[in-house]
């Protein structure tokens, strides 16, 4: 097994910081495992993430070196907690070979104690090929697969620049269900020039062919995308303002009637069928991040510490055969800090938060007038000590959140 430098790096115990969790320590609390793999075939041009094309190749045996030991400083980093969920995100994961899967999980179990219901979630494009793959990464210990569809009609995939076809991305949802106990896909709606009703017709035969899950997100315009540049052009339009909120209500209509509700902002599933994954992210709970450009949550010696590594696949790369790891960010959060993103967080969940975890991070205790005039407004409700935002609230959870943090 590889060993690395348990270094801190800025990240020390800081004497007012207090626990995130309510009656409990970080160690009692869900933990997950990211694995960010950052290549794709090609670069869509609405993504902002952290994804690169290698017309070259690249040489995985190097690279999965890399995330074992960076996997072994991270388990330095939060010895002993028991791992809940692991994501394999990206970037493309189904363009990682079935064995490279496999070693990564076998190395995380040796690394934690991994849960024996730990679910296990790797993203995935509908291409033919890596469809083929999916029996092998059920054999690695995948249970859950999500697949990038985006829309169920080849002109729109062209628009976005997606590689597969509409019947491609079918099949691979035929053979994910065949493979996977828990399957999730996701859709863009509000494209340019897509009417309301045409959103209607999709999503209604999409969610005919869900399984229990499914993610829908509304296009947004990422700063330094393609897409932006011709947003900017006035080359490319999308709905916004009541158009936007159409589409919304529309989404939340169709979900809730077919039982899949939202249980966060872009995400819908049958109850019990959500992602613990991402509820881990949004719950506020401790997380380690391994690959380019991964972040992480992890509380070390009563302080929760913000950590990054470099997003370059090379210059981490470089990092990790040199240190171990790719760190370039371990520092402190505040206990204000880490109120302000549990409010940022917890509010995009339908089960919002709980206002005394709230209170036990920072001591902050929300101004009652202004509670009253929110829910006045139909953007709030409270429900004993949880605080959630309506369907109205989170068309406008950006204002909302800073109401609430002023």
């Keep these: 097994m590889l060993k690395t430098s348990t270094s801190r790096a800025a990240c020390s115990p800081a004497a007012d910081d207090r626990p995130l969790g309510r009656g409990g320590t970080a160690e009692q609390e869900p933990f997950g495992v990211y694995v960010h793999w950052p290549f794709c075939l090609a670069k869509c041009p609405y993504c902002d993430f952290n994804s690169h094309v290698r017309h070259g190749g690249i040489d995985e045996g190097k690279f999965l070196a890399a995330y074992l030991a960076e996997l072994n400083h991270f388990a330095s980093l939060a010895p002993g907690r028991r791992v809940s969920s692991i994501f394999f995100g990206g970037g493309t994961p189904s363009l990682m070979g079935a064995n490279t899967v496999a070693a990564i999980l076998e190395t995380i179990a040796t690394l934690w104690p991994v849960a024996a219901d730990a679910e296990i979630t790797l993203e995935a494009n509908p291409t033919s090929v890596e469809a083929e793959r999916f029996a092998g990464y059920r054999a690695a210990g995948v249970n859950r697969v999500s697949l990038g569809v985006q829309a169920l009609d080849d002109a729109s995939l062209k628009a976005l620049g997606r590689m597969h076809t509409s019947e491609e991305a079918l099949a691979a949802l035929q053979i994910a269900k065949r493979h996977f106990e828990r399957v999730s896909f996701d859709l863009i709606y509000a494209r340019q020039g897509q009417a309301l009703q045409a959103w209607r017709e999709e999503l209604t035969r999409a969610l005919g062919l869900a399984h229990d899950h499914l993610s829908l997100y509304q296009l947004t315009i990422e700063p330094g995308t393609p897409f932006?540049?011709?947003?900017?052009?006035?080359?490319?339009?999308?709905?916004?303002?009541?158009?936007?909120?159409?589409?919304?209500?529309?989404?939340?209509?169709?979900?809730?009637?077919?039982?899949?509700?939202?249980?966060?902002?872009?995400?819908?599933?049958?109850p019990g069928a959500e992602s613990r994954h991402n509820l881990l992210y949004w719950r506020g709970y401790d997380y380690a991040g391994v690959g380019p450009g991964a972040h992480s949550r992890i509380t070390r010696d009563g302080t929760k510490c913000a950590l990054a590594v470099r997003k370059s696949p090379e210059a981490w790369l470089e990092a990790v055969e040199t240190a171990s790891h790719g760190l370039e960010q371990?520092?402190?959060?505040?206990?204000?800090?880490?109120?302000?993103?549990y409010l940022l967080m917890g509010l995009r969940l339908a089960e919002g938060i709980d206002v005394k975890r709230l209170q036990a991070i920072d001591g902050r205790v929300l101004e009652e007038k202004r509670l009253q005039e929110l829910e006045g407004q139909g953007l709030l409700r409270r429900r004993e000590d949880r605080l959630q935002a309506t369907e109205a609230g989170r068309l406008v959870l950006d204002r909302l959140i800073l109401e609430l943090a002023a």
Aim: hydrophobic share 40%; charged share 25%; proline share 4%.
């Design 228 to 270: 932006a540049a011709r947003h900017a052009a006035g080359t490319l339009t999308i709905p916004s303002g009541k158009r936007a909120r159409a589409f919304y209500r529309l989404t939340q209509e169709l979900c809730d009637a077919a039982g899949l509700p939202a249980y966060e902002v872009s995400n819908h599933a049958r």
């Design 330 to 341: 371990d520092e402190a959060l505040s206990a204000q800090e880490q109120a302000d993103e």
